[in-house]
């Protein structure tokens, strides 16, 4: 019998010892938004303070091919989740692809250090338990960010614990020491990938609201294998509202349009959610999640 790995199994219990938390405060789609606020705080000062630092010199002073060395080596790592997840979710034909790929790049890219499979064209999936309870129809439920973790839904957090039982990451092939090393590699490499997203998040008015939305983008088209609607479907704009406007003119307002407003109400205060900071619908575009 797999016993739990400690790393994640350390975080995970933090991060549902903080679920138990309860709160009036919402907005639709995030009831638990005043505990989640409270938990992205944490996050983000442990970020400031220590993650981000790391990842900066990570990124700068480690050249560019080991670091592409690392980040192959443990999606492969991490590559049997998908694989269990493509088998679960009855996608014969992902599975089959998955496993080839995986089998390529461990022996062909020296255990995954290398990326032979692309190079041939082989595609990747990218599959969790998450995304496998979706498929068959369990609702995400509220969104919730977990200590260290980040953003996730009461479908997702507890499926983390599935996910770290198929990771090649952690298991009892691993001492507790390697787990660790591993878990916190997989933290700074993925932290360093997000770096180029630091500036459109610190430019969010609402930082909280900015990454929940994202996130919640995101999650959505993976579980929908991107199959999710437009923000607004064009049958739903008026005759003649789609049109260009002609070269050189500025599309005017309509004659009854309030005035533009250069930012949120300055009565608002920080933090607190409104139209401006509430749930969008689903796009491609967007980061991930710290150690996903």
Known sequence: MRRPSPAPAAVLLAALLAGCATTNMGTPGDPLERMNRATHRFNDGVD???????????????????????????DNLAFTTTIVNDLLQLKVKDTLVDIGRFTV??????????????????????EDFGQTLGRWGVPAGPYVVLPFLGPSTMRDAPSLYADFQ??????????????????????????AELLSFDASVDSAYDRYAFIRNAWLQRREYQVKDGD?????????????????????????????????????????????????????????????????
């Open 105 to 126: 790049n461990t022996t062909l890219g020296i255990g995954g250090i290398l990326d032979p499979a692309s190079h041939f064209g082989i595609p990747r999936n990218d």
């Open 228 to 292: 999710v609607p437009d923000d607004i479907p064009a049958d739903e704009f008026p005759a003649g509202e789609l049109e260009d406007p002609a070269p050189g003119e500025d599309a005017a307002p309509p004659a009854d349009a309030p005035p533009a407003e250069a930012g949120p109400p300055p009565d608002q205060p920080a933090g607190v959610s409104s139209s401006a900071t509430s749930l969008i619908p689903a796009s491609e575009d967007t980061a991930g999640g710290r150690f996903r």
């Open 48 to 74: 400031r303070a220590v993650l981000k630092p790391v990842a900066k010199g990570y990124r700068d002073h480690v050249p560019q091919f080991i670091r592409s060395g690392v980040n192959n080596f443990l």
């Open 166 to 191: 198929t990771d090649l990451r952690v298991g009892d092939w691993l001492t507790t020491e390697q787990e660790f090393a591993l878990v916190g590699l997989s933290m700074v490499n993925r932290r």
